[in-house]
């Protein structure tokens, strides 16, 4: 009878007895009256937000045909998903084949994209998935060269100017032959919380 919808008894302790229709594979768990189903009881239930470190993956090579409850039915197997959003054509809303996942915790997305980055042919499809930080990601650790400077100035004031925007991991003018600056610095830089 899969599928089907079945009465139910609920009793709540000092209440009178309740009929509730629930799912066949629904489970009452004796602590609460809330009726859960059996995944609800393998999986810790998820915070309001994603973690801080959680990572926004990009998707290639779905299926057009996908919408996004298809999407969460293959990425929920490795974790909660917190948002799925299928790229869409701007006039038509087709699928372009492609969407963005972020899961609640960082490690569910690494596992995910462990089990399905080139790996994973997804039926009717002839490529197999591709999933990767979305470039939003990467945005946090980039490199950045800024020309036009004095020659005048060194790494250390360069890296007093520049500290105001964010932490400066790496800094360096870029010098020629004879060791004179070049006028062009060349700074690491990542994303301040």
Known sequence: ???????????????????????????????????????????????????TDAIKMFVGQIPRQWNETDCRRLFE??????????????????????CFVTFYHRKDAIEAQGALHNIKVIEGMHHPVQMKPADTEN???RKLFIGQLSKKHNEENL????????????????????????GMLSAACCKVR
């Open 1 to 51: 009878m899969s599928g089907a919808v079945l009465p139910a008894v609920l009793v709540v302790p000092k209440m009178e007895s309740v009929v509730v229709p629930i799912a066949e594979s629904t489970v009452i768990n004796a602590k609460d009256t809330t009726p859960s189903t059996a995944a609800d009881n393998d999986v810790s239930p998820s915070p309001s937000e994603p973690d």
């Open 139 to 141: 945005r946090n650790e």
């Open 159 to 182: 890296r007093e100017i520049f500290a105001k925007f964010g932490h400066i991991e790496d800094c360096s003018v870029l010098r020629d032959q004879d060791g004179k600056s070049r």
């Open 77 to 98: 197997k490795y974790g909660s998903v917190f948002s799925c959003n299928i790229l869409r054509d701007k006039s038509t809303q087709a699928s372009k084949g492609c």
